[in-house]
């Protein structure tokens, strides 16, 4: 529907592999029920519960309570609630929502849960729609000049930030000259010069709690899914399949003249994934037929996609291989014993980063945050 200057379109996303979009909250065992016989895991209101507790047993319950939670060696609150023979199924007032998990979850250390609206249903910020359209759009835009800067900022320094060139790229609004910063000479960031003011992307339509499921992730090595590697890391996801709308604005007075927006915003994310497919998900072609988008364009979003979709160095070789060791030499950088955890690639790695990100659901395994869009 247009609005003068304004084109509004409602666009239908389609979950193709599970999705991850972390609220940054981490619940411990603690603070879900983990019920074993149904395959659910039900979050409760910790206020509201206390509450219960409060109300309908004997002080000695809250003392228990307290020591629970303070003692490291008992972990499960499912334990806890047996314990004192105080039901969970159905879920009592107290819990705040339910989510369905996998049958061979019997036991979860920890819960990272999924982004929710103010009535607790789990949504897509429009900021992730944007940030993944942007990186697609920055890639298409980017020429030589750029791709070489930004491959020389790397192999200078490889712990840096490369965002200067890159956003270079999208200087196609003449809008106000760009300020330049006196001591690196180089132009700084102005969203005022930014493409994507052109468009306006809204919060997507709530998931449906039935659309929800909790998933694993797993470490994959390009060499075949026999050594696949078991995280201890449990999300909240939404499931293949599941659906969401969302909508987009474009105003016309700032998209370049002569350029369908639409056109090219499908076209860049459809070179996107083409480039990460050659960087290295082509290892990991079995796991990718399920996620193949026939009708619409391609976008991946959320976490656990991987290194080769969230950075532009790809971009900048003819080949994606011959970036394939300055990759791991970024990687390197980023993942020190400081940081928690050590990156070492094995001789002759096929792909950079070497180990695939995927997602079980349903028996099977997933590419994570892949989605299809309908514009």
């Known amino acids: 529907m247009k609005y003068g200057h304004l084109e509004r379109i409602q666009v239908r996303l389609t979950v193709k592999g599970p999705l991850y979009i972390g609220s940054g909250e981490k619940l411990t065992a603690k603070e879900f029920i983990l019920d074993n016989a149904r395959h659910i895991v039900h979050v409760p209101s910790m206020p509201d519960m206390v509450n219960a507790f409060l109300t309908a047993r004997q002080r000695s319950l809250q003392e228990d309570y307290i020591r629970f939670m303070t003692d490291a060696n008992q972990k499960r609150l499912a ?148 050594r696949v590697s078991r995280s201890p890391v449990f999300m909240e996801c939404a499931r293949p399949g599941a659906r969401a709308m969302f909508y987009l604005t474009i105003d016309h007075s700032l998209w370049p003249a002569g350029e369908d927006a639409v056109k090219t915003i499908a076209a860049a994310l459809c070179d996107w994934e083409s480039l990460c497919y050659i960087a290295g998900e082509k290892h990991f072609a079995r796991l990718l037929a399920d996620t193949a988008c026939v009708e619409g364009a391609p976008i991946v979003l959320g976490g656990g ?51 695939f990100k995927a997602a079980g659901y349903d028996g099977k395994l997933y590419p994570m945050g892949v989605c299809e869009l309908s514009l």
Not at 316 to 321: G, V
């Open 305 to 355: 996609t991987g290194f080769q979709r969230k950075s532009l160095v790809y971009r900048t070789r003819p080949y994606p291989e011959q970036a394939a060791d300055l990759v791991h030499d970024v990687l390197r950088k980023q993942f020190t014993r400081r940081t928690g955890c050590t990156y070492k690639p094995p001789e002759n790695a096929k792909t950079a980063p070497y180990m």
């Open 79 to 226: 334990d806890f609630l047996t314990r004192h023979a105080i039901p969970f199924n159905p879920p009592p007032a107290w819990v705040r929502y339910s989510i369905q998990a996998q049958p061979e979850f019997t036991a979860m250390n920890g819960l990272l849960t999924f982004v929710k609206d103010a009535e607790g249903r789990a949504y897509i910020p429009g900021s992730s729609i944007k940030g993944a359209m942007r990186t697609a759009l920055i890639a298409a835009r980017m020429d030589e000049t750029a791709k070489n800067a930004l491959w020389r900022e790397l192999e200078a320094n490889h712990g840096d930030r490369h965002e200067s060139f890159a956003e270079q790229t999208m200087r196609t609004l003449d809008c106000t000259p760009w300020k330049i910063n006196k001591q690196t000479g180089l132009p700084e960031k102005d969203a005022v010069n930014d493409l994507l003011r052109a468009l306006e992307i809204s919060d997507s339509s709530p998931f449906r709690p039935e659309d929800m499921t909790v998933c694993r992730r797993h470490w994959l090595p390009a060499d075949g899914e026999e």
